[in-house]
């Protein structure tokens, strides 16, 4: 089955500044890539997807890039403010989130400094 | 507004005594999944209904089992509660099997067991 690996596990950065967060997926057959937010007490919320038939996706201030070859997209979060603070989960599903679900990273918890 | 409710938020229960997670949406949404997320960890996909149909993940313990008695109701049972069944567990939605489709979840009900 799919597997996501997600890096880093908790990143710390300064407002203003810029967040980045990778994931590794295994099965080549992936197809579609969302982005999680989850705060604390709440259940994940969609922030940004891509769809392996494209590279980038940009909304506003966040990004997803995607490398089908290397089987790895990335998440780019600019100008970060303190509610960006959360915790991000990155995504893979070989049947475009529907059916077969979505098999998730172990998740960034994105510590945004004052 | 449409949405993903989940009831109770925190259900606290016993070794061993049968317990029953619900879930409702206003969405009219034909697949509902059930995810199982362990503190720090990403959410694991249980089990999900396409309307009727029930899609067990191979991996989910028969322990647990579930209901979807029509389109806006669907609980999650669990026959006899160990200590490591202790989690959040997290209900989504999605419009359609197929692909692309965003999955929208619940706040989560999050299960202690003495």
């Not at chain 1, 392996?52 to 990004?63: F, H, L, P, T, Y």
């Not at chain 1, 915790?87 to 998730?104: I, K, P, R």
């Not at chain 2, 317990?19 to 089990?47: D, E, I």
């Amino acid at each position: 089955g799919e597997n996501v690996e997600q890096h880093p596990s908790t990143l710390s950065v300064q407002e203003g500044d810029s967040a980045v967060i990778k994931c590794t997926y295994s099965d080549s057959a992936s197809n579609y890539f969302p982005w999680y937010k989850q705060e604390l007490g709440k259940g994940p919320q969609l922030i940004i997807d891509i769809r392996s038939n494209v590279g980038e996706k940009k909304d506003q201030r966040i990004a997803v890039t995607l490398n089908k070859t290397a089987k790895h997209f990335s998440l780019h979060i600019t100008e970060t403010q303190p509610e960006d603070s959360a915790v991000y989960f990155c995504a893979a599903s070989t049947s475009g989130g529907g059916a077969d679900g979505l098999t998730f990273g172990k998740g960034t918890h994105l510590i945004i400094q004052p | 507004d449409a949405m993903v409710i989940q009831n109770p938020r925190y259900q606290v229960t016993q070794f061993g005594k049968p317990v029953t997670l619900s879930c409702s949406q206003t969405l009219n949404h034909n697949v509902m999944y059930w995810y199982q997320q362990k503190s720090s960890q990403a959410p694991k996909l249980l089990f999900h209904y396409y309307d009727k149909d029930f899609n067990n993940e191979a991996d989910t313990p028969d322990n647990f089992q579930s209901r979807r008695p029509n389109t806006s109701f669907c609980f999650l049972d669990i026959r006899s509660p160990g200590l490591g069944d202790a989690a959040m567990y997290l209900c989504a939605t999605s419009r359609q099997w197929r692909s692309y489709n965003e999955q929208f979840f619940g706040p989560g009900t999050r299960l202690t067991v003495l």
